[in-house]
């Protein structure tokens, strides 16, 4: 079965009154997602606490001192205005890291087939020393390295479809050629990363894919039948990770891309694919960005609904 990785640690993160990044964001996941009509289709499991030593897999010890000191004087800033913490987020960010690190260990330990980790607060624009966009740890880039160090599996693919570039993710996985990232995304649009790409014959890199304000899904398509299966298909990828962003639909009120709920569905299916060839099926998913609550739970049930068949 899929896995789904949830705990109410995700809705304990409190970035106040008004902030898109909100605690119903992954209540009205978990709404959708005990539906009925996913009865004996998702395993529902608790996530461990990632460790200090597995987050400084990506991040400046130093960087992990200050966040973990700024949230005991919380309510604060981390950073800057858009990352807010609170004195509960210390633990949801170290949760929301674990889940990822408990859903590639048991997916590779036959739990279950793929999974899927509605978590927050997010992770792909954290940097190596710097929290942003917010994001507190980078959950994706932190799973990456788990897969090498800890189960020395070093062909990673991870695909980025959230609206906004994924900065953080990039610059820390620069310069593995062991690791391809993908990023579709809007541009210009926050952060203004994101234009150029760096792949290597035959072995990993960055392949972005900027895309104009009013792209819809038949210019996202293009890309995924298009650069990236054929960069896929070069690479042929030992693992799976999807940065999740439902931002991209035409209901959200941070980008201005024109996707459908059926999209997200159809982008799934193409990376599950990759998936099913190459690395038979093994995929973890965690969620990035979404913030029109209705659009986010249908988009995430449809994102689940693509890692049920392909499971």
Same mark, same amino acid.
């Given at each position: 079965m899929t896995g789904i990785l949830y705990h109410e640690d995700f809705i304990n993160h409190n970035t106040g009154m008004g902030h898109p990044e909100r605690p119903s964001?992954?209540?009205?996941?978990?709404?959708?997602? &005990?539906?009925?009509?996913?009865?004996?289709? +998702?395993?529902? =499991?608790?996530?461990?606490l990632a460790t200090e030593e597995e987050i400084a897999y990506v991040h400046a010890p130093e960087y992990i001192q200050r966040v973990k000191e700024t949230i005991k004087k919380s309510p604060a800033n981390l950073?800057?205005? =858009?990352?807010?913490?609170?004195?509960?987020?210390?633990?949801?960010?170290?949760? @929301?890291? $674990? @889940?990822? +690190? &408990?859903?590639?260990?048991?997916? +590779?330990?036959g739990k279950y087939s793929n999974a899927f980790c509605p978590v927050r607060?997010?992770?792909? /624009?954290?940097?190596?020393?710097?929290?942003?966009?917010?994001?507190?740890?980078?959950?994706?880039?932190?799973? @990456?390295?788990?897969?090498?160090?800890?189960?020395?599996?070093?062909?990673?693919?991870?695909?980025?479809?959230?609206? /906004?570039?994924?900065? $953080?993710?990039?610059e820390m996985l620069t310069g593995d050629n062991d690791i391809m990232l993908f990023s579709i995304h809007q541009h210009p649009h926050y952060p203004g990363t994101g234009q150029s790409s760096k792949m290597y014959a035959h072995s990993g890199g960055i392949l972005n894919a900027p895309m104009p304000p009013g792209s819809d899904e038949e210019d996202y398509l293009k890309i995924f039948n298009g650069p990236l299966h054929d960069h896929v298909n070069m690479f042929m990828p030992e693992f799976v990770l999807i940065s999740a962003g439902f931002d991209a639909h035409r209901d959200d009120p941070l980008g201005d891309i024109n996707?459908? &709920?059926?999209?997200?569905?159809?982008? &799934?299916?193409?990376?599950?694919?990759?998936?099913d060839i190459y690395c038979d099926g093994k995929i973890v998913s965690t969620l990035e960005g979404g913030y029109d609550l209705e659009s986010l739970a249908a988009s995430s049930g449809r994102h689940v609904d693509a890692l049920i068949e392909v499971g």
């Open positions: 964001r992954v209540s009205s996941i978990k709404s959708e997602l &005990t539906k009925e009509k996913y009865d004996g289709k +998702l395993l529902w =499991d608790e996530p461990r950073d800057s205005p =858009d990352t807010p913490v609170s004195p509960e987020s210390w633990q949801s960010a170290l949760r @929301a890291s $674990g @889940a990822l +690190l &408990t859903a590639v260990d048991n997916v +590779l330990g607060p997010p992770g792909h /624009h954290s940097r190596y020393s710097m929290a942003m966009g917010f994001c507190i740890f980078n959950n994706v880039a932190i799973a @990456a390295r788990h897969l090498k160090e800890k189960h020395n599996i070093h062909k990673i693919l991870i695909v980025d479809f959230d609206v /906004h570039h994924c900065n $953080g993710t990039e996707l459908d &709920t059926e999209t997200f569905y159809k982008m &799934t299916k193409i990376v599950a694919g990759f998936a």
